[in-house]
């Protein structure tokens, strides 16, 4: 399975930006989908995630009511809709999603994707 990310880039406070994240390759289902973010000097946090069928949504505190976690199911695709940015939300983010894969016995995996940077200045 691999995870394409595109997207990101600067951005001034205040703006927006939206990241995608492709995946591809031999799976059975995708489980969950999920995007982190790591600043310089920080660990690696979840910011946003999603179980498969749109069950359960979850945000970190700082991004709730900015971030949007989509999906879009035809295209094996995902997407982080990011609106007033701050400063503080510059990271390299990062896709993840746990897939199935097989049948007999099924077997779940997480994949991520290659990171991109986010930048926002003030």
């Known amino acids: 399975v691999q995870l394409v990310e595109s997207g990101g880039g600067l951005v001034q406070a205040g703006g927006s930006t939206r990241l995608s994240c492709a995946a591809s390759?031999?799976?059975?289902?995708?489980?969950?989908i999920r995007w982190y973010r790591q600043a310089p000097g920080k660990q690696r946090e979840l910011v946003a995630a999603a179980t498969s069928g749109g069950g359960t949504t979850t945000y970190a505190d700082s991004v709730k009511g900015r971030f949007t976690i989509s999906r879009d199911y035809a295209k094996n695709t995902m997407y982080l809709e990011m609106n007033s940015l701050k400063p503080e939300d510059t990271a390299v983010y990062y896709c993840?999603?746990?897939?199935?894969?097989?049948?007999?016995?099924?077997?779940?995996?997480?994949?991520w994707g290659q990171g991109t940077q986010v930048t926002v200045s003030s």
């Open positions: 993840n999603v746990e897939v199935t894969t097989g049948y007999f016995p099924p077997k779940k995996s997480d994949y």
């Open positions: 390759g031999s799976f059975v289902s995708i489980n969950a």
